[in-house]
Structures are given as C-alpha cells and as structure tokens.
C-alpha cells in the first residue's frame, strides 16, 4: 500500500470517530421525559419543604420589627412620663369637644417626628384645613409588618338609626395597628366616655405610681388589625362611627377572639398579640390565656394576680 492510500484511510477514520463522538455528544445533552419528569418532582418536592420553612422566617422577622416599634413606643412614653410625671392622656378634645386628639400626638417629639408633630394644630378641628397634610401622614413606626393595612382610612359618621346603605363619610385619617390600653371596660359606650381601668383613659393623664402590680406586670399599649376595625393615632371626630375605639383598646375576652367587640386587641401574628408592658419591655400574650388573669394584666390597681411574671404568659 502507498502512502497515499494510507492516508486517505486514516483521513476516514478520523472523520468517523469525529462523528461518533459528536453524535455521543449530542447524545448526552439531551434529556428524555423520564427524566425530566424526575427533576420536577424533585424541585416540586424541595419547593414544599422549604417554603414554609421562608414563610415563617419572614413573619418571625416581621414579629420582631413590630416588637421593635412597641419598644420605640415605650422609650418615648418612658421619656414623655420623665418630663410631665405621668403619661399623655388617653385623647385630648379641643375647645368645642368634637375633636379628639390621640395619645399618640404628644409622643411624636420623643420619637424624631417633629416634624409631623408640628403639622398637627390639636386646637383646631381635625376637619380643618390647617390639619390636612397631618390627615394623609402615614408613619410607618404605627404600622405593623404583618398587617395588612392601608396608610389611611375614611372615617364615617355613625348614625344608628339611619336605614341608608351608604354613610355619611366624614375624612380621612392615618392608620395605626397600636392602641393604648383603656382597660377591661368598653372605650364606646355613649358620651361622655366612661372612666377606663386601664392607662390610657379619657382626658385624665395616669401616672407610673398608680400600677399598683407594678410596671412588669401590667400591659399598656397592645396591638389591633386594620380588619377588626381601622384605628388612628392622630385624633377621631365624635360623631364619627366607633371614635374613641380607634383611639384605645379594651382587653375585655382575649387576645385575637374572632367573635368579641372590636374595641379588642387582636394580630396577625400567631399565637397572640404582642403587647408593650409598664416596664418598657415588649411580649407576646398568648390567645389561650385565662381571661381573668388578661383582664387583670390590663387594670392599673388590680391585686388578683400581683405575683404572676410576664415570663409565664406564652404558650
């Protein structure tokens, strides 16, 4: 055999091996229904497995934001008690008593939210025109992250004996999920509003001394969804449906009780509602705790349960 020969052999050889090992190749790369099928079920698998595992990292994340603004809430009423000896009244009206400014208004100085603060004129009605912008702010340090809320809401005149499906809407107000504590009594029940057992009340300003179980053992701002009813921390309108609810809350049945007033205390969170105690600390009160004793939790000068510690109030 020559050498010409020889190489055209080899020459073919090579091609064929190239093209054996490309076919291979391709071969390789592609993926059959089996086995696609296989890495579904395996991703979908995973998926299951580990997305409820991100959802209850996110609400953990969430609870400890919103437990960090009740402490924001407690350093500021800590300060404001600290210059005023006692703290801000549950609301405060102006000159003709159809206005009502919140408990919160007078804490927004102690928070760096001066600015808004200088944007409400408490001596003026809230319907005024001077009051406007403080009407559409929102601040997000009242908000929850685990609500589901919007930054205001339209508040409606309450008329019990009209027959009309559409109520006379009055004006729009800022949104909050943080309600002081008026006790174990209903904050709506007529006018004028009756004397509440807890630490925010009407006009009168409560003092620290008065928690005869002591700071720890008493809850003073607690938690409420927009879905219950929508609450303020800037100021309600008497003839406003459910005004000085949306001011306070009233710890009458349970945390989260899907059937009581709305003047309740309730959350997203699972499990209870995370409340702000005397002493400044933040905890969850479990909504399986013995109603006498959450009744008690929420009364200034209550003796019932003087030896409980917050510690043993969660599940």
């Known amino acids: 055999?020559?050498?010409?020969?020889?190489?055209?052999?080899?020459?073919i050889c090579w091609l064929k091996c190239d093209n054996a090992s490309i076919s291979r190749t391709r071969c390789r790369r592609a993926f059959t229904v089996l086995e696609l099928i296989t890495v579904i079920a395996i991703v979908t698998v995973l998926l299951a497995?580990?997305?409820?595992?991100?959802?209850?990292?996110?609400?953990s994340a969430r609870r400890i934001q919103c437990q960090n603004q009740l402490r924001q809430l407690g350093t500021a009423l800590q300060g404001y008690h600290e210059l005023n000896r006692s703290l801000p009244p549950g609301f405060?009206?102006?000159?003709?008593?159809?206005?009502?400014?919140g408990?919160?208004?007078?804490?927004?100085?102690?928070?760096?939210?001066?600015?808004?603060y200088e944007q409400i004129h408490s001596d003026r009605l809230l319907s005024d025109p001077q009051n406007v912008n403080a009407r559409f702010c929102s601040v997000a340090t009242f908000l929850c992250p685990s609500d589901i809320t919007n930054k205001t809401f339209m508040l409606y005149e309450e008329d019990e004996e009209s027959t009309s499906e559409s109520p006379t809407p009055l004006f729009e107000l800022p949104t909050t999920n943080y309600l002081g504590v008026f006790g174990t009594i209903e904050?709506?029940?007529?006018?004028?509003?009756?004397?509440?057992?807890?630490?925010?009340?009407?006009t009168k300003a409560v003092r620290f001394v008065e928690f005869r179980r002591g700071l720890s053992n008493t809850i003073i701002i607690g938690e409420r969804t927009m879905a219950t009813v929508p609450s303020t921390w800037l100021g309600v309108d008497a003839r406003g449906e459910d005004a000085v609810c949306r001011l306070v809350g009233s710890a009458m049945t349970s945390p989260n009780c899907v059937d009581c007033d709305e003047c309740e205390f309730t959350s997203r969170h699972p499990g209870g509602v995370n409340f702000l105690w005397g002493d400044?600390?933040?905890?969850?009160?479990s909504e399986n705790i013995d109603q006498a004793l959450y009744r008690s939790l929420s009364k200034r000068q209550d003796d019932t349960y003087s030896s409980i510690h917050a510690s043993t109030l969660e599940d």
Do not use: C, I, N
């Open 187 to 202: 904050a709506d029940d007529g006018y004028p509003v009756p004397k509440g057992d807890g630490a925010f009340l009407d």
């Open 280 to 285: 400044g600390h933040v905890e969850m009160v």
């Open 92 to 101: 405060q009206w102006e000159e003709t008593e159809q206005s009502a400014y």
């Open 103 to 116: 408990w919160s208004v007078p804490l927004l100085s102690f928070m760096e939210l001066r600015a808004v």
């Open 1 to 11: 055999m020559d050498d010409r020969s020889f190489r055209q052999r080899l020459q």
């Open 49 to 59: 497995l580990l997305l409820p595992s991100l959802g209850s990292a996110r609400e």
